[in-house]
Each structure stands twice: as C-alpha cells, then as structure tokens.
C-alpha cells in the first residue's frame, strides 16, 4: 500500500492553521499514524488509528479520516511544531508503509 | 522512563555482515514486539521489520528489500533485540532505528489481545554505512 502526502513542502506562519493530507492506495480503514521527527532525531508519534493522540501529545494536534484520505492538523502552530511529519498504514502491516514525508518551515 | 538504545552501527564493505542490537529499559521487554526502520541519508523512513513478542510466536515479518539477507531475534532474559544483517548492499547505508510497537489491545469482537503496529518509542538510532 503506498502512500502519498501533499503537501511535500509547507511554509507556514507561528498562529496559523496547518493540514496535511496522506492518500492511500487502497482502503485502509482507520490504521494510519502520524510522526513528526525534527532533524537528527528520531520520529515521534503524534496520533494513531487516525485521530487518537498519543499521550503527551498537545492537543493543537488532531487527525481525522478513514478509507484512503486522512489529514492532520496543528490548530495554532507553534515554533517547536516545525519539523518533519510522516503518515503510516498498518492495514497490511507486511510491509508497513511510510508517506515520504511533508517538511513544514517557517515562512 | 521507557528507553530503547540501539548499537553496533559501522562501516562495512558490501557483501558483509553486520548485527545491530536494541535493549530496552523501563518496561517488560517480553511483552512487546519490536520493529527495526531506517532512514537513508537525506530520505525518508522507510520498515525494516519486525519481531512479535514470544505472545504471538516471536514470528517476524520483513520488507521485501532485506528479506533473505536481515533476520530478527530476540532475547527476553537481555532485553535485547537483534538486527543480523548479511550480505550488504551499499543501498543499506541508513540510520537504523529500532522502536517499541504501542501495547497490544483487547478486541472486543474477537475476545482476544492483539498486536498493535505502531511504534511508540524509538531508539537514537545507529548509523551502518555499507561503503569499500
């Protein structure tokens, strides 16, 4: 199963209302996850089976979606939020799968 | 607190081996499986693999890209998991990271606990560079 995000490529604003969207290929239900890694470290989970928020997680942080289009969402963003942010399916967990990834920076 | 800490990242020449382990801390190693992702320079992440917990069989499942040349153990009585990689391609040049998959939960329709497949903690990584 491949996904697919958009966009690859973000600039945004402190304050302003971002969304990320990941395609699937196929029919995935509600098995996506999102990560968001900063550079030099490892990948964080931010939310599973589609908009369930990891604990600790700030709640800006939101996702929706079933089937094959999901989004992710930072309400306010905030200078720690500038990262990079993956999608993941484990529909078919062999293999699972990772989008390629949206960079969102400060505009 | 949950750690997880890989080591064994080198640099090796292409056709050779290599193991990576991954001890965990903080919590009951036994009762979580474990995947191995990497991230190629400049690129994005990408699954390796992973082992079920003893559970589930401690059965593994690869990407199709190591499959035949990476194998994943484990060791409860350590705390330790095991990437073996052999015969290496320079394609294997990466940070290898390996994570703890979030805890299995209770399917109501079926009755029992399942294995869940996202990964919760992480690892620092360790950089295996596959270069003559």
């Known amino acids: 199963i491949q996904l697919t995000q958009s966009p690859s490529f973000l600039s945004a604003s402190v304050g302003d209302r971002v969304t990320i969207t990941c395609r699937a290929s196929q029919a995935i239900s509600s098995y996506l996850a999102w990560y968001q890694q900063k550079p030099g470290k490892a990948p964080k989970l931010l939310i599973y089976?589609?908009?369930t928020l990891q604990s600790g997680v700030p709640s800006r942080f939101s996702g929706s979606g079933s089937g094959t289009e999901f989004t992710l969402t930072i309400s306010s963003l905030q200078p720690a939020d500038f990262a990079t942010y993956y999608c993941?399916?484990?529909?078919?967990?062999?293999?699972?799968?990772f989008g390629q990834g949206t960079r969102l920076e400060i505009k | 607190e949950v750690q997880v800490v890989e080591s064994g990242g080198a640099l090796v020449q292409p056709g050779r081996s290599l193991r990576l382990s991954c001890r965990g801390s903080?919590?009951?190693?036994?009762?979580?499986?474990m995947s191995w992702v990497r991230q190629a320079p400049g690129k994005g992440l990408e699954w390796v693999g992973f082992i079920r917990s003893k559970v589930y069989g401690a059965t593994t499942e690869y990407a199709a890209s190591v499959k035949g040349r990476f194998s994943i153990s484990r060791d409860d009585s350590k705390s330790i998991a095991y990437l073996q990689m052999t015969s290496l391609k320079t394609e294997d040049t990466a940070v290898y990271y390996c994570t703890r998959h979030v805890s299995p939960y209770y399917d109501i329709l079926t009755g029992y606990y399942e294995e869940e497949y996202y990964f919760d903690y992480w690892g620092q990584g360790t950089l295996v560079t596959v270069s003559s």
């Open positions: 903080g919590f009951t190693f036994g009762d979580f499986a």
């Open positions: 993941q399916q484990i529909n078919n967990y062999t293999p699972i799968t």
């Open positions: 089976s589609a908009s």
